[in-house]
């Protein structure tokens, strides 16, 4: 519709329309146009056909007129003929001479006006076109009234005008017709940077940081627009880099001296005070750790190319936390899936994500208990503990920072699972919690499959958002 | 062990921190020598063959990675433990792509940081130690004699190729497609429990001779020998 937001439609809309006004109104311009010329036309036919006449009238010796047509001229009047006629009136309306039989007047009505008049008659099923022009002979004043068949074969110019619609006026249609063809054509060739600028925004993701939408070649009226964008990247980049570069620099400056606590604190003599400052320090090392993960994780994409191994991630987690599971007199397995399952993926995130999720399962489940990392083949890797469980109404809050089910845990610094969710989100991934068989909890990630991010890809217009936990 | 005699180089800009981790580390055994630049470090690798290298990654002339790539190039094969401040994700990969044999964040307990020198050392050493130790047991890999506290015997060829894998990778997962591998060749298609049958033989052995270790088994990906608690 017109009032369509897209450029292009209203643009299509407004010239169809315009195109269907010319379309109507030129053709009856120029049937208009054309009828008025032929008018004129046939007038000064007329008009000199009068003064040709007059000038073969003169004035006789009885103080009447003479009129004196040659032969040539006679004929071309003559009823058998049967194109042209005329007649002389004098003043009181007299018919003086005539081409008529019966020495009749051709517009007997004629008012006899001191200018030119026109009239249309019947005549013999014929219509009669013609005029009645005052002319002066010496003294004498003469109406001479002179007409023409219309429908005589050699009048073609009236059958144009008659036959215009039907033979001329038709061809505005499919000029109109081309023309709008031709317009969309311009319109989107005109329109073409826009268009393409816009296919180019819209791949952009909220993360991407290294992105500029090119800037040659551009219409005048919107390059502003696209520099003015350009300039905000800039700055959002430069924002980015600085609170990385101030993140790297805060990790160093911070681990350095925790390094050393830790290593004087090592060094100290067993003891319920040197145990407790090893707590210490585990805990404010991890805090920062995460804090320093979560901080590079803001600024974290997974590039479009970049394709992970849920199976071989999952036997790498399992893997790695498996001797710390044992160490516990807890037990760990790899179920489901044992060959490939491809996503788009981050293979380094996605271990730090399931981690994470282990991690917590091997913390939460009892002693003599497995834990199981399931792989389905249809993206779905799910972390099931033996646990005590997540109350419903806890299941919404797991994923905020800082938060722990236990204020006075030690062991967990509540941002385990907000680095999970934030990993998952760049995944374009969604976490749920729920209950598993025989109790415990489970968590679920389920992944777009290879197909499904081409599809995205393609629209991508929302930007992923926050995760909210499905709660099943 | 052989780590008594093993000499490393700390490279660690941050004297505080490095005279530490001297003290420890000597504790622990080990001859220390410290570099705390990029070039320092470089004159002390060209001068002597080390056990070991600890590099921190933030060196003040020059980038730690640098220096270990500019090592791997010159073939050193002094094994490197890269210790870090940045402990990003990114940087662990740019760290073992770039050379290194393993990778600790600051700031780490120094228990670990001495148990992975030693698992790096002894990898180093897999190939000419004969004789592994754990617990109770210890396996002479040319004779293929076990000891258990005292007792030797000669175990039945797979048996005894599978203590040896698990040994080797004490406290490790020993994924089970590298056992099976390795008592059966990577040839001969085995059934989905053949591994199982030996591993089950190996715990009753074990079990039978109070060796103080145990099989755990990681369903779906592999083996774990531990000391029994």
Redo the contacts between chains.
């Keep these: 519709m017109w009032w369509s937001p897209s450029i292009l439609t209203r643009l299509m809309w407004l010239n169809g329309l315009a195109l269907c006004a010319v379309a109507l109104l030129m053709p009856l311009a120029l049937y208009s146009l054309l009828g008025s010329a032929a008018d004129d036309l046939h007038h000064r036919a007329l008009k000199e056909t009068a003064s040709e006449i007059a000038h073969y009238l003169s004035p006789g010796s009885d103080g009447g007129l003479l009129f004196d047509l040659p032969d040539e001229m006679r004929e071309l009047y003559s009823h058998s003929y049967g194109r042209y006629a005329y007649a002389i009136l004098d003043r009181s309306g007299r018919v003086l001479f005539t081409s008529e039989a019966n020495n009749a007047a051709i517009s007997p009505g004629d008012k006899l006006q001191p200018t030119p008049a026109y009239f249309q008659l019947p005549w013999d099923s014929r219509i009669l076109f013609g005029g009645s022009f005052p002319e002066q002979v010496q003294d004498q004043r003469v109406w001479i009234q002179v007409a023409e068949d219309l429908n005589h074969r050699d009048v073609v110019i009236d059958d144009i005008v008659a036959d215009f619609f039907q033979r001329v006026g038709w061809i505005t249609l499919p000029f109109m017709a081309v023309l709008l063809v031709v317009n969309a054509a311009i319109f989107l060739y005109a329109l073409k940077p826009v268009l393409n600028l816009s296919k180019i925004a819209r791949t952009i993701r909220p993360t991407q940081l290294d992105f500029r939408l090119p800037t040659d070649r551009l219409p005048r009226e919107i390059a502003p627009l696209v520099t003015a964008m350009n300039n905000a990247l800039n700055r959002l980049e430069q924002g980015f880099n600085n609170q990385r570069e101030f993140v790297?620099d805060v990790?160093?400056e911070l681990?350095?001296p925790?390094?050393?606590?830790?290593?004087?604190v090592?060094?100290l003599s067993d003891g319920e005070l040197a145990n407790q400052l090893?707590r210490d320090?585990?805990r404010v090392?991890r805090i920062v750790?995460q804090l320093?993960?979560i901080a590079?994780l803001e600024a974290f994409t997974v590039s479009p190319n970049e394709t992970a191994d849920l199976q071989r991630i999952c036997?790498e987690v399992?893997?790695s936390l498996?001797?710390l599971a044992?160490?516990k007199?807890k037990?760990?397995?790899?179920?489901g899936e044992?060959t490939p399952v491809r996503i788009r993926g981050d293979s380094?995130?996605l271990f730090?994500a399931i981690s994470n999720l282990v991690s917590n399962a091997i913390r939460h489940t009892p002693e003599g208990t497995?834990v199981e990392?399931g792989i389905d083949p249809r993206a779905i890797v799910k972390v099931v503990d033996r646990g005590p469980g997540i109350p419903k109404s806890e299941r919404e809050n797991i994923f905020r920072r800082f938060w722990r089910r236990d204020r006075r845990s030690e062991e967990s610094t509540g941002l385990g699972l907000t680095i999970v969710a934030r990993i998952v989100e760049a995944h374009a991934a969604t976490i749920s919690v729920g209950d598993a068989d025989g109790g415990g909890a489970v968590f679920s990630i389920k992944f777009p499959s290879l197909g499904d991010f081409a599809a995205d890809s393609v629209k991508g217009r929302d930007p992923p958002k926050r995760p909210t936990p499905a709660l099943s | 062990m052989s780590a008594l005699q093993a000499t490393l180089l700390l490279i660690e800009d941050n004297r505080e921190l490095s005279g530490l981790l001297v003290q420890t580390l000597t504790a622990s055994g080990y001859v220390v020598d410290t570099a705390t630049t990029a070039s320092q470090a470089a004159e002390a690798l060209g001068k002597r063959r080390y056990s070991a290298a600890v590099l921190d990654l933030g060196l003040p002339d020059r980038d730690g990675l640098s220096l270990l790539r500019d090592m791997r190039k010159q073939s050193d094969p002094t094994p490197v433990l890269v210790l870090t401040a940045r402990g990003g994700v990114q940087d662990r990969i740019k760290g073992l792509r770039g050379g290194a044999d393993d990778y600790l964040a600051k700031p780490f307990e120094t228990e670990e940081l001495i148990a992975r020198l030693e698992a790096l050392l002894r990898r180093q050493g897999n190939l000419v130690e004969r004789v592994v130790r754990c617990g109770r047991v210890a396996f002479d890999s040319e004779s293929r004699q076990v000891t258990f506290g005292g007792r030797s015997m000669v175990l039945p060829p797979r048996e005894s190729t599978l203590l040896e894998i698990l040994m080797r990778h004490i406290g490790r997962v020993v994924p089970k497609r590298q056992v099976e591998d390795q008592l059966f060749g990577v040839v001969q298609p085995v059934g989905s429990n053949a591994v199982e049958v030996y591993v089950h033989r190996l715990r009753k052995l074990l079990a039978d001779a109070g060796a103080g270790l145990e099989i755990h088994t990681v369903r779906g990906v592999g083996y774990l020998l531990g000391e029994t608690k």
């Design positions: 790297a990790a160093h681990r350095t925790l390094a050393i606590l830790r290593t004087r090592d060094g090893r320090v585990s090392s750790d320093l993960v590079e036997s399992v893997t498996a001797p044992i160490a007199g037990s760990i397995a790899l179920t044992t380094d995130a730090q497995t990392v």
